[in-house]
Protein backbone atom coordinates (compact mmCIF):
# COMPACT_ATOMS: atom_id res chain seq x y z
CA UNK A 1 0.00 0.00 0.00
CA UNK A 2 1.05 3.48 -0.44
CA UNK A 3 -0.11 7.18 -0.56
CA UNK A 4 -1.65 9.15 -3.20
CA UNK A 5 -2.93 12.34 -3.78
CA UNK A 6 -6.32 12.89 -5.72
CA UNK A 7 -5.95 15.16 -8.20
CA UNK A 8 -8.65 14.19 -10.58
CA UNK A 9 -11.34 12.33 -12.23
CA UNK A 10 -12.21 10.57 -15.29
CA UNK A 11 -15.01 9.37 -17.63
CA UNK A 12 -15.16 6.59 -20.23
CA UNK A 13 -16.86 5.62 -23.21
CA UNK A 14 -16.10 2.18 -22.94
CA UNK A 15 -15.19 -0.06 -20.12
CA UNK A 16 -14.87 -3.69 -18.97
CA UNK A 17 -18.33 -4.66 -17.98
CA UNK A 18 -17.33 -5.69 -14.35
CA UNK A 19 -16.39 -1.83 -14.08
CA UNK A 20 -19.58 -0.51 -15.07
CA UNK A 21 -20.71 1.89 -12.02
CA UNK A 22 -17.75 2.56 -10.44
CA UNK A 23 -16.33 5.58 -9.36
CA UNK A 24 -12.45 6.06 -11.00
CA UNK A 25 -9.93 8.68 -9.96
CA UNK A 26 -6.65 9.91 -10.80
CA UNK A 27 -3.69 9.98 -8.22
CA UNK A 28 -0.37 10.67 -7.99
CA UNK A 29 1.90 8.36 -5.40
CA UNK A 30 3.28 10.81 -3.01
CA UNK A 31 6.21 9.71 -1.01
CA UNK A 32 7.07 10.81 2.68
CA UNK A 33 8.17 14.02 1.62
CA UNK A 34 5.03 14.53 -0.11
CA UNK A 35 6.79 14.53 -3.47
CA UNK A 36 4.50 13.48 -6.73
CA UNK A 37 5.31 10.74 -9.25
CA UNK A 38 5.55 11.86 -12.46
CA UNK A 39 3.18 8.91 -14.18
CA UNK A 40 -0.46 8.87 -12.94
CA UNK A 41 -2.94 6.07 -11.70
CA UNK A 42 -6.51 5.66 -12.06
CA UNK A 43 -8.16 4.32 -9.28
CA UNK A 44 -11.20 2.63 -7.59
CA UNK A 45 -12.81 5.00 -4.98
CA UNK A 46 -15.91 3.85 -2.91
CA UNK A 47 -14.94 6.19 -0.48
CA UNK A 48 -15.75 9.47 -2.29
CA UNK A 49 -12.50 10.45 -1.72
CA UNK A 50 -11.89 14.14 -3.58
CA UNK A 51 -9.22 16.41 -5.19
CA UNK A 52 -6.63 17.19 -3.04
CA UNK A 53 -7.44 14.26 -0.43
CA UNK A 54 -4.77 11.77 0.39
CA UNK A 55 -5.40 8.70 0.45
CA UNK A 56 -4.15 5.16 1.19
CA UNK A 57 -4.14 2.89 -2.09
CA UNK A 58 -3.79 -0.99 -1.90
CA UNK A 59 -2.20 -2.91 -4.79
CA UNK A 60 -4.01 -6.25 -3.82
CA UNK A 61 -6.25 -6.99 -7.20
CA UNK A 62 -7.44 -10.54 -5.33
CA UNK A 63 -9.77 -8.17 -3.17
CA UNK A 64 -11.06 -6.24 -6.15
CA UNK A 65 -11.39 -9.48 -7.81
CA UNK A 66 -13.11 -10.50 -5.03
CA UNK A 67 -15.86 -7.38 -5.08
CA UNK A 68 -16.08 -6.57 -8.62
CA UNK A 69 -16.06 -10.66 -10.09
CA UNK A 70 -13.56 -13.07 -11.03
CA UNK A 71 -12.97 -11.32 -14.68
CA UNK A 72 -12.33 -7.84 -13.44
CA UNK A 73 -8.78 -6.21 -14.25
CA UNK A 74 -8.58 -3.79 -12.29
CA UNK A 75 -5.96 -3.69 -8.98
CA UNK A 76 -5.74 -0.21 -7.48
CA UNK A 77 -8.41 0.84 -4.91
CA UNK A 78 -8.88 3.67 -2.49
CA UNK A 79 -9.07 1.63 0.96
CA UNK A 80 -8.39 4.89 3.49
CA UNK A 81 -8.91 9.04 3.72
CA UNK A 82 -5.98 9.73 5.11
CA UNK A 83 -6.90 12.39 8.01
CA UNK A 84 -2.81 12.69 9.49
CA UNK A 85 0.44 11.28 9.15
CA UNK A 86 3.40 11.31 11.71
CA UNK A 87 6.94 10.76 10.76
CA UNK A 88 9.24 9.03 12.23
CA UNK A 89 12.63 11.79 13.08
CA UNK A 90 14.27 12.65 10.61
CA UNK A 91 11.66 11.50 7.86
CA UNK A 92 9.93 13.91 5.04
CA UNK A 93 8.76 17.51 5.31
CA UNK A 94 7.57 19.35 8.25
CA UNK A 95 4.18 21.77 7.38
CA UNK A 96 3.58 24.69 9.35
CA UNK B 1 -3.25 4.52 -27.76
CA UNK B 2 -0.65 4.54 -30.43
CA UNK B 3 -0.65 1.42 -32.38
CA UNK B 4 -1.27 -2.48 -32.98
CA UNK B 5 1.02 -5.47 -32.66
CA UNK B 6 -0.22 -8.29 -34.62
CA UNK B 7 1.58 -11.93 -33.85
CA UNK B 8 2.05 -14.41 -36.71
CA UNK B 9 1.83 -17.05 -34.11
CA UNK B 10 0.76 -17.36 -30.59
CA UNK B 11 0.01 -19.71 -27.48
CA UNK B 12 -3.49 -21.24 -27.67
CA UNK B 13 -5.13 -18.71 -24.94
CA UNK B 14 -4.15 -15.93 -26.67
CA UNK B 15 -5.73 -16.33 -30.00
CA UNK B 16 -7.75 -13.98 -31.14
CA UNK B 17 -6.67 -11.52 -28.41
CA UNK B 18 -5.67 -7.99 -29.57
CA UNK B 19 -2.75 -6.28 -28.66
CA UNK B 20 -2.22 -2.58 -28.61
CA UNK B 21 0.97 -0.25 -28.40
CA UNK B 22 0.33 2.08 -25.54
CA UNK B 23 2.73 5.18 -24.53
CA UNK B 24 1.78 6.10 -20.58
CA UNK B 25 0.91 9.79 -19.87
CA UNK B 26 2.77 11.75 -17.70
CA UNK B 27 1.03 14.51 -15.06
CA UNK B 28 2.33 17.05 -16.75
CA UNK B 29 1.09 16.13 -20.41
CA UNK B 30 -2.10 15.15 -18.86
CA UNK B 31 -2.63 18.36 -17.39
CA UNK B 32 -1.95 19.83 -20.35
CA UNK B 33 -4.05 17.55 -22.83
CA UNK B 34 -1.59 18.03 -25.69
CA UNK B 35 -1.60 14.52 -26.41
CA UNK B 36 1.86 13.53 -25.24
CA UNK B 37 2.46 10.52 -23.57
CA UNK B 38 6.17 10.70 -21.87
CA UNK B 39 6.59 6.87 -20.61
CA UNK B 40 7.71 3.94 -21.58
CA UNK B 41 5.66 2.04 -24.61
CA UNK B 42 4.56 -1.09 -23.75
CA UNK B 43 2.13 -3.69 -24.74
CA UNK B 44 -1.47 -4.35 -23.57
CA UNK B 45 -3.89 -7.38 -24.65
CA UNK B 46 -7.51 -5.19 -25.65
CA UNK B 47 -11.03 -6.70 -26.55
CA UNK B 48 -12.30 -2.70 -26.15
CA UNK B 49 -10.96 -1.70 -29.98
CA UNK B 50 -9.73 1.99 -29.28
CA UNK B 51 -8.52 4.17 -31.76
CA UNK B 52 -5.26 5.29 -32.46
CA UNK B 53 -4.69 8.47 -30.69
CA UNK B 54 -7.53 7.32 -27.93
CA UNK B 55 -6.61 7.80 -24.34
CA UNK B 56 -7.72 4.36 -22.46
CA UNK B 57 -6.37 3.06 -18.84
CA UNK B 58 -4.89 -0.70 -18.92
CA UNK B 59 -3.67 -2.00 -15.86
CA UNK B 60 -0.42 -4.08 -15.27
CA UNK B 61 -0.06 -6.93 -13.37
CA UNK B 62 -1.66 -10.57 -13.35
CA UNK B 63 -4.92 -8.76 -12.61
CA UNK B 64 -4.62 -8.16 -16.50
CA UNK B 65 -4.86 -12.01 -17.21
CA UNK B 66 -8.52 -12.08 -14.81
CA UNK B 67 -10.28 -10.78 -18.00
CA UNK B 68 -9.65 -14.14 -19.61
CA UNK B 69 -10.94 -16.10 -16.29
CA UNK B 70 -11.35 -19.07 -16.38
CA UNK B 71 -9.02 -19.58 -18.79
CA UNK B 72 -5.39 -19.00 -18.22
CA UNK B 73 -3.60 -16.44 -19.89
CA UNK B 74 0.12 -15.26 -20.02
CA UNK B 75 -1.12 -12.04 -19.95
CA UNK B 76 0.62 -8.94 -17.06
CA UNK B 77 -1.01 -5.41 -19.13
CA UNK B 78 -4.72 -5.19 -20.14
CA UNK B 79 -6.83 -2.42 -21.42
CA UNK B 80 -9.35 -1.76 -19.11
CA UNK B 81 -11.72 1.17 -20.78
CA UNK B 82 -11.29 3.58 -23.07
CA UNK B 83 -11.43 6.98 -21.68
CA UNK B 84 -14.01 9.92 -22.90
CA UNK B 85 -12.97 12.76 -21.13
CA UNK B 86 -10.38 13.66 -17.80
CA UNK B 87 -10.44 16.38 -15.52
CA UNK B 88 -6.87 16.95 -14.23
CA UNK B 89 -5.47 19.93 -13.35
CA UNK B 90 -1.68 20.73 -12.52
CA UNK B 91 -1.21 20.15 -9.06
CA UNK B 92 2.10 21.30 -7.68
CA UNK B 93 4.60 17.98 -7.39
CA UNK B 94 5.01 18.61 -3.93
CA UNK B 95 2.02 17.65 -1.93
CA UNK B 96 1.90 18.83 1.95
CA UNK B 97 1.02 15.90 3.87
CA UNK B 98 -2.19 16.07 6.03
CA UNK B 99 -1.88 17.57 9.72
CA UNK B 100 2.09 16.34 9.21
CA UNK B 101 3.79 15.98 12.16
CA UNK B 102 7.70 14.46 12.56
CA UNK B 103 7.50 12.82 16.09
CA UNK B 104 9.77 13.93 18.77
Known sequence: ?96 | MRGHVVLNKTVPNLEGTRFLMVEPVTAANLAAGNGEGGGKTLVVADHLAPDRGQMVAFVEGREGANAYWPKDAPIDAYCALIVKDVDFPQLPDEHTLPGTEVQE
Open chain 1, 1 to 96: MYLARIDGTLTSTTRHETLEGCQLLIGRRVDASGWAADEPIVLLDRLGARRGSTVVVSTDGAAVRRRLGNTSPARLQVVGIVDRVTLAPGEGRVSK
